[in-house]
């Protein structure tokens, strides 16, 4: 028997691969789907069938990938959609894999035609069911993809199917989600890597509700929907494949000719972000990159990569259906000096600098990048609270003559900021280095709330 999790990270998805005798099927496959190859053929086996959750919004599926590859038939789920390619999968439909069987289960909510698969033994026995985003660790999927007006419905859908459908597989049951902590379709999602029903039923916070209408109320709420779900979803009723592409060097004089076309990605850390770049460039860290690139980034540009980690980077970026990479800057910024030409610096503060400025009578007006949360656990006296997501629709609440000191929880997320501020023509930036982790001076405290 082959039971197998794939974690994708920085989108925190979970696919998995199940098998037995000499078939394999797979659940919510990534773009990048060799690994579900190679892992199959390591045991023998061949990928018979796709199985979809739901219609994607966080990430491209990479189930006509993958059917391409192995010749596997696609089944998605949400049946009302205008898929271009697979079959809808049927409530109740069943595939045979070697003495196990895995069997459809309709479980609307998340969207409306969701579905969750249940893994099942020769004799019958449930003993996993895959459950997309109707159910997670800790939490339930988001209602609020169709519009707000539509919340409530949604709602009671999501209960029907998680307290009719799947609370009653039993408690044993190993529940197997598509997301893990740090993914945007849910909002309370914990780390915790693997469940069941039963501890669900015991911890899960959104099923003590005592009502149907208690859980409405809980869940019909609207959460933040990074503007990149819309083309996702555009992409995988399509049944998008990508331009696979080496990402290439290029030259500084190749980078710096094309500076008037393309979009300059820089993903190093925020220190030598702010010591030297390219004029223009946007800043998102590595470990960044799959929260906020949805953000910052338009698909309209090609993008070229500034960093380390390039592989990385593509193959993140690819998951977000930004295809358009045309290469990275070759020799990084030690070529690009070395070859005479410009670059710009993000002026830095440590916390103790801003407090003195303060403390003798200075102006600074300070925006906190950090999310709604952070802010009403502990917040900053006199700052201006924009959520570092929200700024590109937003920055003209932040002032161009006066001097802006930017800060966040380190510092990562305010060079972000900075960039995207720099790039749109603010030329008084400052980031405070440290964040609230430094921002310990007497004279200048943080205000916990209680």
């Known amino acids: 028997m082959l039971f197998e999790r794939i974690a994708s990270e920085g989108l925190a998805h979970y696919s998995y691969i199940v098998g037995d005798l000499r078939s394999a099927v797979v659940i919510d496959p990534r773009l990048d789907c060799d690994v579900y190859v190679d892992i199959a053929s390591r045991n023998g086996m061949r990928i018979t ?41 049927r409530d109740g439909q069943v595939w045979r894999i070697g003495s196990w069987q895995i069997e459809a289960i309709s479980a609307p909510g998340h969207t409306l035609g969701s579905m969750a698969y249940l893994l ?30 539509r919340a409530e419905e949604l709602a009671g859908m999501l209960y029907e199917s998680i307290f009719q459908r799947i609370l009653p ?40 509700a005592g009502s149907r209408d208690e859980f409405i109320k809980s869940v019909a709420v609207e959460l933040e929907r990074p503007p990149y779900f819309r083309r996702m979803e555009e992409l995988n009723l ?12 290029l030259s ?16 190093r850390s925020e220190i030598a972000y702010g010591g030297a770049h390219i004029p223009a460039s946007q800043f998102i860290w590595m470990d960044g990159l799959s929260a906020l690139a949805g953000w910052y980034l338009p698909y309209d540009m090609p993008l070229i990569l500034v960093g380390d980690e390039i592989d990385r980077a593509g193959r993140i970026l690819m998951r977000m259906g930004y295809d358009e990479i045309i290469g990275y800057l070759g020799g990084g910024m030690l070529a690009w ?39 009403s656990e502990e917040s900053i006296t006199g700052a201006h609270h924009i959520h570092v997501t929200q700024l590109p629709r937003r920055m003209d609440e932040v002032p161009r003559e006066k001097a802006v000191y930017i800060f966040c929880g380190s510092g990562m ?24 982790a430094g921002w310990k001076s007497v004279t200048c405290p943080v205000v916990r709330q209680v």
């Open 49 to 89: 069938d796709i199985l979809e959750t739901h219609r994607n919004e966080d990430y491209i599926t990479g189930s006509v990938e993958l059917s391409a590859l192995t010749g596997a038939s696609v089944w998605h789920a949400d049946p009302e959609l205008d898929y271009q390619y697979g079959a809808p999968a």
């Open 169 to 208: 597989l039993g408690d044993g049951v190993l529940l197997c989600p598509a997301h893990g902590t740090g993914s945007v379709c849910g909002s309370a999602i914990t780390d915790r890597p693997w469940t069941t029903i039963g501890i669900e039923r015991l911890h899960n916070p959104k099923l003590r």
């Open 413 to 436: 997320r305010s060079m972000v900021a900075a960039s995207f501020l720099k790039r749109h023509g603010w030329n008084s930036i400052a980031v405070v280095l440290g964040g609230l």
């Open 337 to 375: 000096h070395m070859a005479g030409l410009e670059s710009i610096s993000v002026r830095t503060v440590t916390v103790q600098e801003l407090c003195r400025h303060l403390d003798q009578g200075g102006q600074a007006w300070i925006l906190d990048v950090r999310s709604e949360k952070e802010v």
């Open 252 to 267: 500084p004089k190749e980078v710096a000719d094309a500076l008037d076309e393309c979009l300059i990605l820089d993903t």
């Open 238 to 249: 399509k049944g998008h494949r990508p331009k696979r592409r080496a990402v290439s060097p």
């Open 120 to 149: 099942k033994d020769r004799a019958g026995v449930p003993h996993a069911v895959f459950t997309g985003d109707a159910l997670f660790a800790g939490d339930v999927g988001r209602v609020d993809l169709l519009g707000m007006d």
